[in-house]
């Protein structure tokens, strides 16, 4: 996996400390999430607060000494963001006005520093996760007056048969308006397990990859 964060680097004139990997470990249990510690690794990504909560608990338990950054990158339901800010330090899926508003309210109640990403909707549909683009500079704003939460860029899931070149270009085009909002907020967290390499290609910042570490998921039944 790392040879192939670094190929995709050397190929585009990145550099590799500049691509953070986020290992997606849902529907794996805390034990895998140990051995990939045991290895040196210590970002991680869940997408289910139910899942995602005691698992954390757990490595906490099985590996005292581990000092993992959890990510967020599921949908956020709001009743969740208090479990939520208790584990994870980085939310890849802010979407809406109303998710904002509960952070707004839960933030100042935790310490330590939290940042993120907007998520956006590539597709046409409004029922998938993900602002639409032209609603980004709006959600972008309330973003900027949360206290203690450094907004950090876009994150964007390439759509199911699109190809991700195409897809990943309008998070481009996405984040260079919120860079006129917001010149720091210039980081990218696109690209999993199918098009990871592309995406470091056109700058990504933080690939979230799950299954291509883990090998194949256990499905949830
Ligand atoms: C599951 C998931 C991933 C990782 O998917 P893989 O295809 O296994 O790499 C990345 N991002 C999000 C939001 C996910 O839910």
Redesign the pocket.
Known sequence: MLARIASACLASGRNESDVELVA?T?NHPAEVVAELVDLGHWHF?E?RDQEASPKSLRLAEIRPDSKPTWHF??QLQSNKVKSVLRYARVI??IDRASLVSELAKQLPKFEGSYSGFIELNLTADPGRGGVLPENLPALAESVLNLENFELLGVMA?AGLGEDPKAEFEKVLTASRKLQELAPSANQLSIG???DFEVAIALGATHI?????ITGP?PTNA
């Not at 979230?208 to 291509?212: F, H």
């Open positions: 997606i849902k990504g997408n990158v599921g890849h899926s899931v999993m397990s199918e979230r990859v799950g299954s291509a998921r």
